[in-house]
């Protein structure tokens, strides 16, 4: 506040004429620190396929889905044959507004110690993250690529399979065993058949990652052909049998996430977890607004205002280029 002779002038107060650890608070580097914990945090989107709509007016996405052609015989000397399929489009909704926000109080940007900002940032992009993975893995639930009709996404991992085959891959059943669901541990066999019913469904090679709970991470890493050195392909220590890394399984890359989805049986006491293995095409991430950060002195509170939000979409593209594996939690 400056005074004057006759009146008094309002001078607008920056972040750096501020007390010092008021200063802390300069967008630019909380920003840095959030979208790095954010990138950090992150599993599923990294896996699936993304789309930038940054800066971009619209909620809506048609993506388009074109049917795959088929070569003719030239017969000679007549015109060649033209393919006339029908493309159709699928439409993805950007309607997920998140916002991560805290009150900070100049009594504690006074007295705490400046190393609390790491704090706030890295749970604004870890909560960011989470939210992002989860909705993406929620998208796994419609996954189709064990069934005949692999084009057709299920509901609610109603296409799903059970890690343990018999005489070829067992659809999941909640209300199995009592109503207790049929989850079983995911065997060699088992995914081996998983892998063929993709390839029947000309799913590329190319791409496929399997992200699993860490109650699989703990099974698979009891079975001698998933650490065998020649099988994972590591050496010294990188090898799965001593840091827990899965690593590579018949060319398919393992990711552990904590988020994968709970799925209750029947009986709404028996938890059982949903593992993914699919190729990138199977899902979709849509960025409207990366986290973005804004700060704000609040004269009121006497404090600042933190906020970090995101705006985003998420979608199953594929679902013949998934399956779905539920087991024992």
């Known amino acids: 506040m400056a005074l004057g ?8 107060v920056t972040a750096a004429a501020r007390t010092r650890s008021n200063s802390a608070f300069v967008p630019e580097l909380w920003g840095d620190e959030v979208i790095a914990s954010y990138k950090a945090n992150l599993v599923m989107p990294p896996l699936a396929v993304n789309m930038n709509h ?26 060649v044959t033209l393919i006339a399929n029908q493309e159709t489009s699928t439409p993805y ?92 541990t995911l065997t060699d066999e088992g995914f081996r058949l998983m892998l063929q019913k993709l390839d029947d469904s000309d799913v590329p090679s190319q791409g496929r990652v399997f992200v699993i709970p860490p109650v699989l991470k703990k099974d698979l890493l009891g079975i001698q052909r998933f650490t065998e050195q020649a099988f994972v392909g590591e ?17 398919v890359e393992i990711y552990v996430s904590s988020n994968c989805a709970a799925v209750a049986a029947t009986d709404t006491t028996t938890d059982q977890r949903a593992a993914l293995l699919f190729q990138k095409e199977a899902l979709l991430l849509i960025e409207q607004l990366r986290p973005r950060i804004q700060t704000q002195y609040k004269q009121e509170w006497l404090a600042d205002l933190f906020t970090a939000d995101m705006i985003f979409g998420t979608g199953l593209l594929r679902p013949e280029a998934g399956i779905a594996v539920i087991v024992p939690a």
Request: hydrophobic share 35%; charged share 20%.
């Open 93 to 184: 909704i950007i309607d997920q507004h998140w916002e991560y926000s805290r009150l900070i109080e100049d009594i504690v940007t006074i007295q705490a110690d400046p190393a609390f900002r790491r704090f706030y940032t890295d749970d604004a992009g870890y909560a960011l993250a989470k939210k992002v993975d989860t909705d993406v893995h929620a998208k796994g639930a419609g996954f189709a690529g064990s069934h005949a009709s692999p084009t057709v996404a299920g509901t609610n991992y109603s296409k799903a399979v059970v890690g343990t085959p018999s005489s070829g891959l067992v659809t999941w059943n909640p209300s199995a065993s009592g109503d207790a669901g049929n989850a079983s």
């Open 5 to 12: 002779t006759d009146h008094v002038t309002l001078t607008q």
């Open 54 to 79: 940054v800066g971009k007016k619209g909620d809506t996405i048609h993506v388009p889905r074109p049917v795959r052609g088929s070569p003719s015989a030239k017969v000679a000397e007549t015109q």
């Open 235 to 251: 050496v010294g220590a990188g090898n799965s049998i001593r840091n827990g890394y899965v690593g590579n399984l018949y060319g």
